[in-house]
C-alpha cells in the first residue's frame, strides 16, 4: 500500500476557521467556531486523502530562531483573541481523540516541523499533502508534495503543485523565498526591499533566477530607480530571504513510524462532540452509544394481572416512558413503579383505563419522586390524568447539583451519581432504523429498573442538595416552576392561522415584486437563489467588483454583497430578497409545521434543565429567536392571540435586569445611585467614560456604552466589543478600561469573584445556584482566562434567570389567590406574556408589576414594563 503522511499547520488552519465562521457558542457558552471549522477540515482530509500517516504541527511559542536575525520579526502582530485562544484545548483534545499525533518544538515554528517532516519522508518514498493557510508552505512543494492552502475561509483549498507554481508565478518552488526576499511579507513583519511588490518580484526572478544572482548582477536590471533600490536595501533583501526560509533540519523528535494514522476512537468523539454541542457530527462519524460494559445484577420485578390500590404506597418512585422528544404528540410506552412493596411495570393502554392508577396518580397526597415531573405531568394531562404529589424530581436535583454534568437520559443520571444498574435508552431501544420496542418481558424488566434507579437515587441526592445548601433553590424554586411550566406547555399559545397564511402570501408577494426590481435592474430574470447565475450577473454583465471567489465562481455571500451596496441599487433589493426567503421558510412556514392540527396552538417545550446559568430555552418552537429586528419579523408576532374571545394579549418585561443584578452585586456606589434615581443607564455610563455632560452624549457616545454595558454582564473582551462596534481591538480595550475605572466597584466585584471561585472551584447566584469552574485553576492561560470570564459573568446571568423563575412561580401563585381567569403563556428572555379577559387588565397592571419587582429585594429597585393588545405584536 502506498504510503501517505498528511502535514496541518495546526495555528493557521485554527485561525482560518475562527475568522471564516461566526462566533459559535455551546449551551455552556464556550466558543466554538474555530474547533468546529478544524474538525470539518479534519472530516474532509480523512475522507478525501485517506492518509496511512499523519501529524498536526503547532507553533511552540512567540520566540523562535528567526528573532536572533531579526527581533521584529512576526512584529505588529495582534494578540489573538480570548475567543481563539481558549479554543485551543478543546482542539487538542479533539485531535487525540482523532488519534492524530500533534507536535511542537521550542524555538521553532510549525511550518519547520512540516518542512523536516515533509523532506524525511519524500526521502522514504512519501507521497506528502501539506494544508496551511499559509502561502509561506509553498515553497515546499514538490513532485511528492502538494501543499494545499486555505483560500475562502477552510471550505475553499488551492493546491500548489510545481505545475501550478509555474502557471500561477512563472517560477519554481524555491523561487517562493527568493520572491519573499524581494517583496517582503507584511503578515509576518518581513520587510523585503520597499516598493517592490510581488509583480516586480516575479519579473526580476525570471530574469535572474534568485536573489543572490540577482543582487551581483543589479547593473543589468533595467531602470535606475529599481537598482538604486535594490542596492540599498541588499543587505535586507537577503535577511528577509532568510527569513521565509524554512528549515527543512530542525531538531524533531519523532519518527514517522510514529505517525501512522490508526483511526478514531468512536466514544471519545461522541463524548467531545456532545460536549461542545457538534450534534450535526455524531452521525458523520458512525457513532453508536455502545452497551455499557457494566453486567446488570438480576432484580425481582412484577407485572401485576390487576392495577389496584394496593401497588401505590405513601411515598413511590413513578416513571413515565415515552421515547419521543416532543411529549405533546407522542404515544406513552409504559409505567413503572418502585417502592417499599417492590419494582412494578404497568402496560400503559391498562393503568391509563385503571381506577385506581388514576386515583393514585392524581393525589396530593400520595407523594411520587419522579424523573422529569414537567415532561411527565405534561404527557399524563394528554391522556387526561392530572399528576399531583410529584415533590422530588431526580432529573431537577440532579441539574441543580452539577449543572455542567446536566442529563436528559436517565441512565446517564444515575451513573452520574454512582448508580450503574440501567442500560441506556439507544442502548436497550436501539437508534436510527435500528430502534424497535422489545416484548414486554425485556420492556418490563427495563422500565422496572428505571423506577428502582429513581427510588434509590431520591435520599442520595437529598443529602448532596442539603450539603450544598441548594434544598430551597430545588424544592422553592424548581420543582414549583416545573408544575408552572407543565400548566404553560400544555395550555399552548393560539396562532391565528388564516393571519399565519396571510402573512406568507404578503411576503410571497414582497418577494415577487423585488425580484422583478432585481430582474429590472439586471435587464433579465434568472435564479437568484443560485450563487452562479448571481455572479455572472453582478460581476460580468453589471461589472461590479469582484472581492472574493469560489470554487464554483464568484462569491456572493451577505458579507460580500453588504460592501457592494453603495455600488449599486440591485444589492439592498438582493439582499432584502434573502431576509424574506429565510423568514418565510423558517418562520411562517416553520411555525405552521408545529401547529397542533386540533388546537391551532403551538405547544412548546421549555428547558428547564439545559443551560448552566439556569436561564429557560424552548424548543418545538423556538420562540426565544422569533427575529424582531426586521419588520417583517416583529409582525409574527401578529400572529400569536388570545384563545378566548374578548380577551387580549399582556406582556410585562423587566428592565435591564443583569445590569441591575450587576449592580447589586457589585455594589458599585454609581451604579446603584443612578438606578435609584432612575437615570438612563447607558447615557450615565457614557457621561462617566467619555467624561461629558448628560447634553453632550451623542447617540453614537450612548451606542457605545450600551454595548459596554451589556457586555461586561457577558464577560466581553476587545475583541468582542471591537467587533459588535466596528472599532479597533485597541480602541475597545481602552473603551472596556475606562469603563472600569469609572465603576470601581464593578472592578473589584470581577476581581473577587474569580479569587473567590479559585477557592471553591465554583461561583454561586443570589439563590444559590452553582456553577463549577475546575479550569479556574488550569496552567494554561487561554483555558484560565475563559474560566475566569465564565466566573465572573454566571451570577449575573444567573441569578436573572432566578429572579424570573421565582416571579413566575409568585405570579402564578397570585393568579389563583385573586381569582382571575388569566393565564401565563409563555416566557421569552426576560419577558413574561399572559392571556386575559379585558376586564382583568386594570387588575393585572397593579399585580404584575407588584409581584415581578418584588420577586427578590435588591439594592436597587426592578423596574418592569408592561403594555397589551389584541396581539403579541400589540403588547409591545
Known sequence: MAKKLVLIDGNSIAYRAFFALPLLNNEKGVHTNAVYGFTMMLMRILEDEKPTHMLV??????????????????????????ELSEQFPFIRELLKAYGVPRYELENFEADDIIGTLSTLAENDGFEVKVISGDKDLTQLSSESTTVSITKKGITEIENYTPEHIKEKYGLVADQIVDMKGLMGDASDNIPGVPG???????????????????????????????????????????????????????PVKLELSELEYEGYQTEELVKIFKELGFNSLLDKIGSEELSEDTELDEIDFMIPEEITEDLFTEDSAFYVEILEDNYHYAEIIGFSVANSKGSFYLPA?????????????????????????????????????????????????????????????????????????????????????????????????????????????????????????QYALFGELEMPLSLVLADMEFLGVKLDMDRLRKMGSEISGQLEQIEKEIYRHAGES???????????????????????????????????????????????????????GKLQSTYIEGLQKVVNPKTDKVHTRFNQALTQTGRLSSTD??????????????????????????????????????????????????????????????????????????????????RHAKAVNFGIVYGISDYGLSQSLGITRKEAGEFIDRYLKSYPGVKDYMDEIVQDAKLKGYVSTLLQRRRYIPEITARNFNVRSFAERTAMNTPIQGSAADIIKKAMIEMADRLKAEGLQTRLLLQVHDELIFEAPEDEIEKLKEIVPDVMEHAVELKVPLKVDYAYGPTWFDAK
Open 621 to 702: 418552537p423556538n420562540l426565544q429567536n422569533i427575529p424582531i429586528r426586521l419588520e417583517e419579523g416583529r409582525r409574527i408576532r401578529q400572529a400569536f392571540v388570545p384563545s378566548e374571545e374578548g380577551w387580549v394579549i399582556f406582556a410585562a418585561d423587566y428592565s435591564q435586569i443583569e445590569l441591575r443584578v450587576l449592580a447589586h452585586i457589585a455594589g458599585d456606589e454609581k451604579l446603584i445611585e443612578a438606578f435609584q434615581e432612575d437615570l438612563d443607564i447607558h447615557t450615565k455610563t457614557a457621561m462617566e467614560v467619555f467624561h461629558v455632560k448628560a447634553d453632550e452624549v451623542t447617540s453614537n457616545m450612548r
Open 349 to 469: 393502554d391498562r393503568a391509563i383505563k385503571s381506577e385506581a392508577f388514576k386515583q393514585w396518580a392524581e393525589d396530593e397526597t400520595r407523594k411520587k419522586t419522579v424523573f422529569d415531573a414537567k415532561r411527565s405531568e405534561v404527557s399524563l394531562r394528554h391522556k387526561g390524568i392530572h399528576l399531583k404529589g410529584a415533590d422530588f424530581d431526580v432529573f431537577l436535583a440532579s441539574y441543580i447539583i452539577n449543572p455542567s454534568e446536566s442529563a436528559d437520559d436517565l441512565a446517564a443520571v444515575a451513573r452520574l451519581h454512582g448508580y450503574p444498574q440501567l442500560q441506556s435508552d439507544e442502548a436497550f431501544y436501539g437508534k436510527g432504523a435500528k430502534r424497535h420496542i422489545p416484548e414486554d418481558e425485556k420492556l418490563a424488566e427495563h422500565l422496572a429498573r428505571k423506577a428502582l434507579a429513581i427510588f434509590e437515587l431520591k435520599d442520595k441526592l437529598s443529602e448532596e442538595l442539603h450539603k450544598n445548601e
Open 196 to 250: 517592490v511588490g510581488e509583480k516586480t518580484a516575479i519579473k526580476l526572478l525570471k530574469e535572474f533566477g534568485t536573489l543572490e544572482n540577482l543582487l551581483e548582477s543589479l547593473e543589468q536590471v533595467s531602470g535606475k530607480k529599481l537598482q538604486e533600490k535594490l542596492r540599498e536595501y541588499k543587505d535586507q533583501a537577503v535577511m528577509s530571504k532568510k527569513l521565509a526560509t524554512i528549515t527543512r533540519e530542525a
Open 526 to 580: 434568472f435564479n437568484i437563489n443560485s450563487p452562479k447565475q448571481l455572479g455572472v450577473i453582478l460581476f460580468e454583465k453589471l461589472g461590479l467588483p469582484p472581492l472574493k471567489k469560489t470554487k464554483t465562481g464568484y462569491s456572493t455571500s451577505a458579507d460580500v454583497l453588504e460592501q457592494l451596496a453603495p455600488k449599486h441599487e440591485i444589492i439592498q433589493e438582493i439582499l432584502h430578497y434573502r431576509q424574506l
Open 57 to 82: 504541527a503547532f507553533d511552540a511559542g512567540k520566540t523562535t530562531f528567526r528573532h536572533a536575525t531579526f527581533t521584529e520579526y512576526k512584529g505588529g502582530r495582534q494578540k489573538t483573541p480570548p
